[in-house]
């Protein structure tokens, strides 16, 4: 059984940094690919960060340069230091794998910036 479960979320001033830590259970974590959304309130939710299963990274224009994915396979752990926050990255965070056409889901966290 696949299982995300992440923490780290917060509240926090503009400007201010986060580090949210995903880790993944049932699953090969070292072969994954894993991702993380945010959703705004009353906003659709979408692409943050992903990382490669050979660390190649990729992120939304809206983050880049602020937020930096990075993972830990010996911890089965992916990561999102999240830097300059802005009012804006106000979401629920959610890490998510996709395993045989089929895509994961944690719980979420909640990330509040204030200004």
């Known amino acids: 059984q696949v299982r995300l479960v992440e923490s780290g979320g917060g509240l926090v001033q503009a400007g201010g940094s986060l580090r949210l830590s995903c880790t993944v259970s049932?699953?090969?974590?070292?072969?994954?690919?894993p991702r993380w959304y945010r959703q705004a309130p009353g906003k659709q939710r979408e692409f943050a960060a992903s990382?490669?299963?050979?660390?190649?990274?990729n992120y939304a224009d809206s983050v880049k340069g602020r937020f930096t994915i990075s993972r830990d396979n010996a911890k089965n752990t992916v990561y999102l230091q999240m830097n300059g926050l802005k009012p804006e990255d106000t979401a629920v965070y959610y890490c998510?794998?996709?395993?045989?056409?089929?895509?994961?889901w944690g719980q979420g966290t909640q990330v509040t910036v204030s200004s």
């Open positions: 998510s794998l996709n395993i045989r056409a089929y895509d994961y």
């Open positions: 049932g699953t090969t974590f070292s072969l994954s690919a």
């Open positions: 990382i490669s299963n050979g660390g190649t990274t």
